[in-house]
């Protein structure tokens, strides 16, 4: 072969190449532009959020607060205990009832004794 008709053969090789790759280009919508616009939509969108999440906690405080939350939980009562408890306040209630009722009595009887005093001080006996 003619070095001519090599040249004219690669010459038609690159042409047909370069034409497959523009063809594939324009139908490509994402390649013209739309990429462009849609990561600039993007963009605009993460800089709105970033706006609203401005001041918001960061993901290491999130943790150290559910660490936090997790602390308080352990430490909490459960139900089981809190029932528990509550039958030891109506027991307790119980007994500062009675003795509400004993200082009761205890009041009355000392307001009759201070009574007779004052009579017998005064002369009335």
Do not use: F, H, Y
Not at 70 to 94: H, K, N, P, T, Y
Not at 104 to 122: F, N, Y
Request: one cysteine or more; charged letters at 25%; aromatic letters at 2%.
């Amino acid at each position: 072969m003619s070095e001519q008709l090599q040249w004219l053969i690669a010459i038609v090789i690159l042409v047909g190449l370069a034409s497959q790759i523009w063809r594939g280009g324009r139908a490509n919508p994402v390649g013209t532009g739309a990429l462009q616009r849609q990561l600039t939509a993007v963009g605009a969108e993460v800089k709105a959020i970033d706006a609203k999440l401005e001041g918001a906690c960061s993901k290491s405080d999130l943790d150290r607060l559910r660490g936090e939350v997790e602390r308080i939980e352990e430490a909490g009562a459960s139900s089981v205990e809190i029932a528990e408890l509550d039958g030891r306040i109506a027991v307790l209630d119980q007994k500062i009832e009675g003795w509400g009722g004993a200082t009761r009595r205890v009041e009355a009887m000392v307001q009759r004794i201070e009574g007779i005093l004052v009579k017998k001080a005064l002369g009335g006996e």
